[in-house]
């Protein structure tokens, strides 16, 4: 439903039962459930809920991909300058944080239910992120949003890029470099079916034994920040040249004579620059995807993402500053970054690590690239879970995504997720590259849920700001006034850049550098809402009606959503005949 505000029978908010309602709100639910044409959804039991500790993995395990290890060098050949590619980071980071507090304000405000006994509206979360919040600011036409973002998510919303990027990453640690020349038949199916079994052994994970899949994100949110506590501590130590026994070139890298000069002089680059940071920080909204399963909201949504995305903002930070100090900027160009700080670092004091220092960076990136499979299956599913229940998906795939094996799991949704993510595996075998499969797919998800969708929810939070007047949003939403204004105009304008940017054909020095054509990103994801939209046209030919019946208990003085039953039947509708 799109209603800026829910009737609630406040009847249904009792604390007699084990999930908090009495046994006329049971026997409902129980009817319901053996009813064909009803879903019924459950929050997960309280040991099943996801606390602090999972919260803040599930946005590391996100956030922290093999971006770190590949972007670094890209920046340094676009700007050419060690002052430049810092001051990119920095505004990565300022940019991220702005949307993060952009996210929060929507996750604690959105949707706000009426108690049909007064004229109280709560708030209560819910799983779905942006999907949420766009039909809440676009109410009108119908359905357009629900379609628009549906449909999108849910043919490009899969860890199928991921995936991919793990078995390349797999293959070239193993000794067949996928990343440097062409690839051959061989290496290439092989590279595409380690992606198939990897999504297919996730989506069993996550769909037979939720409480693993969790313990398992929160282990890789771990490791990878042990990894990147690992570089940060050999960077440092490398000052004064005693322990790997060279003088660093932290002093011509970052001395402030030095910093800037011989800068890159087309503005290509720098615009090229900025667009691999944008998407080398995205993640930080996962939580939002996942809100109605955390344990105590109000209070842990709100900290634990506020701490994961400024841990991982002065992580990178630090990781740069520590490559800066090990490895010369020409060498940053001319090769990868990670590889060389390895080389200077642990291949100074062991033979293996000098003669291996490629496997040990792709073993790191593959680790990163699986770990991102793990968690964006888990939260992608929730999000195609809510989607589904809307009622927009046609009636296989809507009934599957909505009726889940039990309450801890949406197996359904997860099925659908795994289908959607081999379909677009398969649509990359005419690829020859699997890096350049990667790099399209990734790129199309980036642009038109990353950036196109949220420069929408920000644009929205403006208006809500400035016509406060009509939506009162400022005693709708907890958020400071100044804060939100300033952080909505961050985020707008740095999605706003990358949608434009990757309009702009190469110049210079950078044409012919890309594998595919310049265009192709952008057309493909404009092409995929475009018969988004085209697929909600086919909604005036039908009438869907949902009815969405929350029930409600009290934890920790706060109404808490336990269990939601949805209605919905699609209706051809009869044509209109005159009578002559």
């Given at each position: 439903m799109t209603q800026d505000d829910y009737n609630v029978n406040v009847q249904q908010q009792d604390d007699d039962s084990v999930i908090g309602l009495d046994e006329d709100d049971l026997a409902i639910i129980q009817d319901a459930e053996n009813d064909s044409t009803k879903v019924v959804t459950k929050l997960?039991?309280?040991?099943?809920?996801?606390?602090?500790?999972?919260?803040?993995?599930?946005?590391?395990?996100?956030?922290?991909?093999?971006?770190?290890?590949?972007?670094?060098?890209?920046?340094?050949?676009?700007?050419?300058?060690?002052?430049?590619?810092?001051?990119?980071?920095?505004?990565?980071?300022?940019?991220?944080?702005?949307?993060?507090?952009?996210?929060?304000?929507?996750?604690?405000?959105?949707?706000?239910?009426?108690?049909?006994?007064?004229?109280?509206?709560?708030?209560?979360?819910?799983s779905g992120g942006e999907f949420n919040y766009l039909n809440y600011l676009l109410k009108t036409p119908k359905f357009f949003a629900s379609c628009v973002y549906g449909v999108t998510f849910v043919l490009i919303g899969n860890a199928a890029a991921n995936a991919l990027s793990f078995a390349a990453h797999v293959v070239t640690a193993s000794g067949d470099d996928v990343y440097h020349g062409a690839s051959s038949?061989?290496?290439?199916?092989?590279?595409?079916?380690?992606?198939?079994?990897?999504?297919?052994?996730?989506?069993?994970?996550?769909?037979?034994?939720?409480?693993a899949g969790i313990w398992v994100n929160n282990m890789f949110a771990i490791f990878k920040l042990l990894m990147l506590l690992i570089?940060?501590?050999?960077?440092?130590?490398?000052?004064?040249?005693?322990?790997?026994?060279?003088?660093?070139?932290?002093?011509?890298?970052?001395?402030?004579?030095?910093?800037?000069?011989?800068?890159?002089?087309?503005?290509?680059?720098?615009?090229?620059?900025?667009?691999?940071?944008?998407?080398?920080?995205?993640?930080?909204?996962q939580a939002n995807y996942i809100l109605g399963e955390v344990k105590n909201p109000k209070k842990i949504f709100?900290?634990?993402?506020?701490?994961?995305?400024?841990?991982?903002?002065?992580?990178?930070?630090?990781?740069?500053?520590?490559?800066?100090?090990?490895?010369?900027?020409?060498?940053?160009?001319?090769?990868?970054?990670?590889?060389?700080?390895?080389?200077?670092?642990?291949?100074?004091?062991?033979?293996?690590?000098?003669?291996?220092?490629?496997?040990?960076?792709?073993?790191?990136?593959?680790?990163?690239s699986l770990g991102n499979v793990i968690v964006s299956t888990y939260t992608a599913a929730r999000v195609k879970q809510?989607?589904?229940?809307?009622?927009?998906?046609?009636?296989?795939?809507?009934?599957?995504?909505?009726?889940?094996?039990?309450?801890?799991?949406?197996?359904?949704a997860l099925i659908l997720h795994w289908f959607f993510a081999l379909l677009i595996i398969f649509c990359t075998w005419g690829v020859s590259s699997p890096v350049t499969a990667y790099t399209i797919v990734?790129?199309?998800?980036?642009?038109?849920?990353?950036?196109?969708?949220?420069?929408?929810?920000?644009?929205?939070?403006l208006a809500l700001r400035f016509w406060s007047s009509k939506t009162h949003w400022h005693l709708k939403s907890p958020a400071n006034g100044i804060i939100s204004i300033v952080s909505a105009f961050i985020f707008v304008i740095a999605n706003l850049f990358p949608i434009i940017a990757l309009w702009i054909p190469p110049s210079g020095e950078f044409k012919g550098l890309q594998r595919y054509p310049w265009y192709l990103v952008p057309t493909i994801g404009l092409l995929l809402m475009l018969s988004a939209?085209?697929?909600?046209?086919?909604?005036?030919?039908?009438?869907?009606?949902?009815?969405?019946?929350?029930?409600?208990?009290t934890e920790h003085g706060e109404p808490v959503q336990v269990a939601e039953v949805v209605a919905f039947d699609w209706v051809i509708k009869e044509p209109a005949y005159r009578d002559d």
């Open positions: 997960p039991a309280r040991p099943y809920q996801l606390g602090y500790i999972s919260v803040f993995c599930i946005i590391i395990n996100k956030m922290i991909g093999t971006g770190i290890f590949d972007t670094p060098s890209s920046i340094m050949y676009d700007t050419h300058s060690v002052g430049f590619t810092l001051i990119f980071w920095l505004l990565g980071s300022i940019a991220t944080l702005a949307g993060t507090f952009v996210f929060i304000e929507y996750g604690l405000t959105i949707p706000r239910w009426q108690l049909s006994s007064s004229d109280t509206k709560i708030f209560t979360p819910r038949e061989k290496v290439s199916n092989t590279v595409r079916g380690i992606a198939v079994a990897t999504m297919t052994a996730v989506c069993l994970l996550h769909g037979i034994w939720r409480r570089i940060i501590i050999l960077g440092f130590m490398s000052i004064g040249g005693k322990v790997f026994d060279t003088p660093p070139p932290v002093s011509d890298n970052l001395s402030p004579s030095n910093s800037f000069k011989n800068a890159q002089t087309d503005a290509y680059g720098y615009a090229e620059a900025y667009l691999s940071i944008v998407f080398t920080f995205g993640g930080f909204n709100r900290s634990a993402t506020l701490l994961a995305v400024s841990t991982v903002c002065v992580s990178y930070m630090l990781v740069n500053i520590a490559y800066m100090i090990v490895v010369p900027a020409s060498s940053q160009m001319n090769g990868n970054v990670a590889e060389q700080f390895i080389l200077l670092t642990l291949g100074r004091v062991s033979p293996y690590g000098k003669a291996h220092s490629a496997q040990i960076l792709n073993a790191f990136m593959a680790f990163s809510e989607i589904a229940k809307e009622g927009i998906l046609p009636f296989v795939l809507g009934d599957s995504a909505r009726r889940g094996w039990h309450e801890k799991t949406p197996l359904g990734f790129g199309i998800y980036s642009y038109t849920i990353d950036a196109f969708m949220s420069v929408i929810i920000g644009i929205g939070l939209v085209f697929y909600w046209v086919g909604f005036v030919a039908v009438e869907l009606r949902v009815e969405r019946s929350p029930f409600f208990h």
